[in-house]
């Protein structure tokens, strides 16, 4: 899900485009913090998840780069944030505008009938190596009914849809990029 942040302190205030993700994505898709560290797992959690992570071109127009800025306290959205550490430059997710990345927290409040937010969310999975993007798009049907049971008919908005996240051959190619360099 994306959002909009207000930072203050530090400068003049300013609006950036942001990101809320679970702690895993870095870590699914291969990308480790250059400067700091990414989300842990107990950050997705209520009163835990007052934490981000910047992205470099952030970490470079606001923060002068200062290297000590992984475990700084920033204002965000008028409340204090934990800075967990910077990705590195280069890296854009979900798109080039997200400057900043916050833990979603998806507790009781956040997946009720009465909240009137966001309930569409873009969800990254790996696929074993031996499975088809066509048999795991076979599974949501079944993992959908479980959600919907447990968390409402919202929870559905759109349905499921799976796109092939082709990690490895996102490697492969950054590889041949390397090699031609050589």
Same mark, same amino acid.
């Given at each position: 899900?994306?959002?909009?942040?207000?930072?203050?302190?530090?400068?003049?205030?300013?609006?950036?485009?942001?990101?809320? *993700?679970?702690?895993?994505? %870095?870590?699914?898709? +291969? !990308?480790?913090?250059?400067?700091?560290?990414?989300?842990? &797992?107990?950050? $997705?959690?209520?009163?835990?998840?007052?934490?981000?992570?910047?992205?470099?071109?952030?970490?470079?127009?606001?923060?002068?780069?200062?290297?000590?800025?992984?475990?700084?306290?920033?204002? *965000?959205?008028?409340?204090? %944030?934990?800075?967990? +550490? !910077?990705?590195?430059?280069?890296?854009?997710?979900?798109? &080039?505008?997200? $400057?900043?990345?916050?833990?979603?927290?998806?507790?009781?409040?956040?997946?009720?009938?009465?909240?009137?937010?966001?309930?569409?969310?873009?969800?990254?999975?790996?696929?074993?190596?031996? *499975?088809?993007?066509?048999?795991?798009?076979?599974?949501?049907?079944?993992?959908?009914?479980?959600?919907?049971?447990?968390?409402?008919?919202?929870?559905?908005?759109?349905?499921?849809?799976?796109?092939?996240?082709?990690?490895?051959?996102?490697?492969?190619?950054?590889?041949?990029?390397?090699?031609?360099?050589?």
């Amino acid at each position: 899900d994306t959002d909009g942040f207000n930072l203050t302190g530090d400068g003049h205030p300013e609006r950036v485009e942001g990101a809320l *993700v679970t702690p895993s994505l %870095f870590p699914l898709i +291969g !990308v480790s913090a250059a400067v700091g560290r990414a989300f842990v &797992a107990d950050e $997705e959690r209520p009163g835990r998840d007052q934490v981000v992570v910047l992205s470099d071109s952030l970490w470079t127009r606001r923060f002068k780069r200062d290297p000590s800025i992984a475990g700084r306290t920033i204002a *965000v959205d008028g409340k204090p %944030f934990l800075v967990a +550490g !910077v990705m590195p430059r280069g890296f854009h997710f979900p798109d &080039a505008t997200t $400057e900043i990345w916050k833990p979603i927290l998806l507790d009781a409040d956040a997946l009720s009938d009465n909240n009137r937010g966001s309930h569409g969310y873009t969800v990254l999975a790996s696929i074993k190596k031996n *499975v088809t993007v066509d048999q795991a798009q076979a599974v949501p049907g079944d993992e959908g009914l479980a959600v919907v049971a447990q968390h409402g008919q919202h929870a559905l908005a759109g349905g499921f849809a799976i796109e092939a996240l082709l990690r490895d051959a996102h490697r492969r190619a950054a590889a041949r990029v390397v090699d031609a360099l050589d």
